[in-house]
């Protein structure tokens, strides 16, 4: 079987309110990911449209795309798993491109959080469990998440000052990353004192600084045959392995709290997929969402033993210097997270590493790198593995 | 003029806001209505479902029977919530946990006469029916 690569990668800068419209934030990440790829649009034969779509005033955005980016009369069409609909992209786009149906997909994830009110957001947020049976006793996202980390501390001695070296890590690199969100320092101070805003309850034991930012955003990805990446692409960055999975939303219907079954699946079909393990990853993205969740992510990747987490943090293994790093571009804590756009922006981001271009955040040269991608609370799981 | 052929929206009352109004598993808010939480079992396999559900997968069948879910279950997991999403504002703050009867697993709210100070993960509970301030009917968790 041929190969399918990233020839093309670009994102948005993460900001609180984007001052335009959706075509025209969805425009910013495919104008960078064009430009990288030195395409014009002729050259791309499908587009790929992902993100939530609660957020959206625009009904069916793929075909308002199409049009605004110059990709008429080419197929579009929308890809949706929440948090992780761009990584579902992906999977997509190879799909299509190892088919032979078409040789270059442009993946175009986006988010404008900022089209409806925080409490609004909050509302769908809550909706993206399980409306029937959950939501009508006021869920939200950070609360099921909290939900794992309280279970996480009482099986494993996790405790609040583990995450909160977490946030410590991301706001480290935040700071690097002229496209993120968020770029102030944070310390281990700023999450225990009482009267920091970072230390502000949220949904026990989480507190705001355990929580990534809203923001909007666009990414794009351009997935090409290994023919055409040849013919456009000097440092074609190689799809290595692919892995999808799902579980029950309704978190009654789990046996799981100390980890996501998902991540854990979508991990094992990667890895397999791409005939490597945990220890050969060089550089990974992981989807913290909350800081509890990118310690859940290092064992559920298999970068740590169930329960062991907390060491990497503590000894900074997951810092750019150390054996595994993670996150070194901000991860959604400092960088953002516009649910549509955060599987683009991963992707971006471990691409960028392997083509040894990531700037002031480039880790020691990498050969494969991990994208670990999770939508709702861990209702949909991708991992990918990518390798130069 | 035909008549409005009137439809059963008896989940409207679940929680504090219920964003359902047609299941086949109203029968769950006449069981609240009685002081009673209950799931479904599958007739054909003996399948147990909480939340209730109408059709079983595994037998691709929908011949259920009620069941009551009584005695306790152990606590999984909880958190208490300080913003509530559009809504529940009035609600806070409010615990959601998760308690595992085994054979399945409830979600619901803790109490709210239970003391902080008393809730800890693996502690036993039980599940009763709780009528809200608006007339809604949803279910707590109290200790065992």
Same mark, same amino acid.
């Given at each position: 079987?041929?190969?399918?690569?990233?020839?093309?990668?670009?994102? &948005?800068?993460?900001?609180?309110?984007?001052?335009?419209?959706?075509?025209?934030?969805?425009?910013?990440?495919?104008?960078?990911?064009?430009?990288?790829?030195?395409?014009?649009?002729?050259?791309?034969?499908?587009?790929?449209?992902?993100?939530?779509?609660?957020?959206?005033?625009?009904?069916?955005?793929?075909?308002?795309?199409?049009?605004?980016?110059?990709?008429?009369?080419?197929? /579009?069409?929308?890809?949706?798993?929440?948090? !992780?609909?761009?990584?579902?992209?992906?999977?997509?786009?190879?799909?299509?491109?190892? !088919?032979?149906?078409?040789?270059?997909?442009?993946?175009?994830?986006?988010?404008?959080? $900022?089209?409806? &009110?925080?409490?609004? $957001?909050?509302?769908?947020?809550?909706?993206?469990?399980?409306?029937?049976?959950?939501?009508?006793?006021?869920?939200?996202?950070p609360a099921y998440y909290a939900m794992y980390a309280r279970a996480h501390m009482a099986a494993h001695g996790t405790t609040l000052e583990d995450l909160a070296l977490?946030?410590?890590?991301?706001?480290?690199?935040?700071?690097?990353?002229?496209?993120?969100?968020?770029?102030?320092?944070?310390?281990?101070?700023?999450?225990?004192?009482?009267?920091?805003?970072?230390?502000?309850?949220?949904?026990?034991?989480?507190?705001?600084?355990? +929580?990534?930012?809203?923001?909007?955003?666009? &990414? @794009?990805?351009?997935?090409? $045959?290994?023919?055409?990446?040849?013919?456009? +692409?000097?440092?074609?960055?190689?799809?290595?392995?692919?892995?999808?999975?799902?579980?029950?939303?309704?978190l009654a219907g789990r046996d799981l709290f100390t980890g996501l079954t998902v991540a854990r699946e979508a991990s094992r079909q990667a890895y397999k997929m791409a005939?490597?393990?945990?220890?050969?990853?060089?550089?990974?993205?992981?989807?913290? @969402?909350?800081?509890?969740a990118e310690m859940m992510a290092y064992e559920d990747l298999g970068f740590a033993k169930p329960g062991e987490g907390k060491e990497l943090i503590r000894s900074k293994?997951?810092?750019?210097?150390?054996?595994?790093?993670?996150?070194?571009?901000?991860?959604?804590?400092?960088?953002?997270?516009?649910?549509?756009? /955060?599987?683009?922006?991963?992707?971006?981001?471990?691409?960028?590493?392997?083509?040894?271009?990531?700037?002031?955040?480039?880790?020691?040269?990498?050969?494969?790198?991990?994208?670990?991608?999770?939508?709702?609370?861990?209702?949909?799981?991708?991992?990918?593995?990518?390798?130069? | 003029?035909?008549?409005?052929?009137?439809?059963?929206?008896?989940?409207? #009352?679940?929680?504090?806001?219920?964003?359902?109004?047609?299941?086949?598993?109203?029968?769950?808010?006449?069981?609240?209505?009685?002081?009673?939480?209950?799931?479904?079992?599958? #007739?054909?396999?003996?399948?147990?479902?909480?939340?209730?559900?109408?059709?079983?997968?595994?037998?691709?069948?929908?011949?259920?029977?009620?069941?009551?879910?009584?005695?306790?279950?152990?606590?999984?997991? %909880?958190?208490?919530?300080?913003?509530?999403?559009?809504?529940?504002?009035?609600?806070?703050?409010?615990?959601?946990?998760?308690?595992?009867?085994?054979? %399945? #697993?409830? %979600?619901?709210?803790?109490?709210?006469?239970?003391?902080?100070?008393?809730?800890?993960?693996?502690?036993?509970?039980?599940?009763?029916?709780?009528?809200?301030?608006?007339?809604?009917?949803?279910?707590?968790?109290? #200790?065992?």
């Amino acid at each position: 079987m041929s190969r399918v690569a990233i020839i093309g990668v670009g994102q &948005s800068e993460f900001v609180r309110a984007y001052p335009g419209s959706v075509r025209e934030l969805a425009f910013e990440g495919f104008k960078e990911a064009m430009r990288d790829a030195r395409l014009t649009t002729k050259d791309v034969q499908a587009s790929v449209i992902c993100s939530a779509p609660e957020y959206d005033k625009q009904r069916s955005p793929a075909g308002v795309f199409a049009e605004y980016l110059g990709l008429n009369p080419q197929p /579009t069409f929308y890809v949706e798993s929440l948090c !992780s609909s761009s990584s579902m992209g992906l999977r997509t786009a190879y799909a299509l491109v190892q !088919s032979g149906l078409h040789d270059v997909v442009a993946v175009i994830g986006f988010q404008k959080m $900022s089209e409806i &009110s925080s409490a609004e $957001s909050q509302e769908r947020m809550g909706r993206g469990a399980d409306i029937q049976w959950e939501s009508p006793f006021g869920t939200m996202m950070p609360a099921y998440y909290a939900m794992y980390a309280r279970a996480h501390m009482a099986a494993h001695g996790t405790t609040l000052e583990d995450l909160a070296l977490i946030r410590v890590k991301a706001a480290t690199y935040g700071q690097l990353n002229d496209k993120a969100v968020y770029r102030k320092p944070v310390t281990l101070a700023n999450l225990s004192h009482p009267e920091d805003r970072m230390a502000g309850p949220v949904a026990s034991p989480l507190r705001v600084g355990d +929580c990534c930012a809203n923001a909007d955003g666009s &990414s @794009c990805v351009i997935v090409a $045959s290994e023919e055409k990446a040849r013919v456009y +692409c000097k440092k074609p960055v190689w799809i290595l392995g692919l892995g999808a999975a799902t579980t029950s939303v309704n978190l009654a219907g789990r046996d799981l709290f100390t980890g996501l079954t998902v991540a854990r699946e979508a991990s094992r079909q990667a890895y397999k997929m791409a005939g490597v393990g945990p220890k050969d990853i060089d550089v990974a993205e992981v989807h913290d @969402c909350f800081t509890i969740a990118e310690m859940m992510a290092y064992e559920d990747l298999g970068f740590a033993k169930p329960g062991e987490g907390k060491e990497l943090i503590r000894s900074k293994a997951t810092y750019k210097e150390g054996p595994i790093p993670v996150n070194v571009d901000g991860g959604l804590l400092s960088k953002g997270h516009p649910i549509g756009a /955060t599987g683009g922006s991963q992707i971006r981001t471990i691409v960028l590493q392997l083509r040894e271009e990531a700037g002031p955040i480039q880790v020691k040269s990498p050969e494969i790198g991990l994208v670990h991608n999770i939508g709702g609370v861990g209702l949909y799981g991708n991992v990918s593995i990518f390798g130069r | 003029m035909a008549e409005k052929k009137e439809s059963d929206e008896r989940f409207k #009352k679940f929680g504090t806001v219920s964003f359902t109004s047609l299941t086949k598993t109203n029968d769950f808010i006449d069981y609240l209505e009685k002081g009673a939480i209950a799931g479904t079992r599958c #007739k054909d396999c003996g399948r147990v479902f909480f939340p209730p559900r109408a059709d079983c997968f595994q037998c691709l069948a929908s011949h259920m029977e009620w069941f009551e879910v009584t005695g306790s279950g152990r606590l999984v997991s %909880f958190s208490k919530l300080e913003y509530g999403p559009a809504g529940f504002q009035d609600d806070v703050p409010y615990s959601i946990a998760l308690l595992d009867y085994g054979a %399945f #697993k409830v %979600f619901g709210r803790i109490g709210k006469e239970v003391p902080a100070a008393d809730i800890a993960v693996g502690m036993p509970m039980k599940t009763i029916v709780n009528r809200l301030p608006n007339g809604q009917l949803n279910y707590v968790f109290v #200790k065992a």
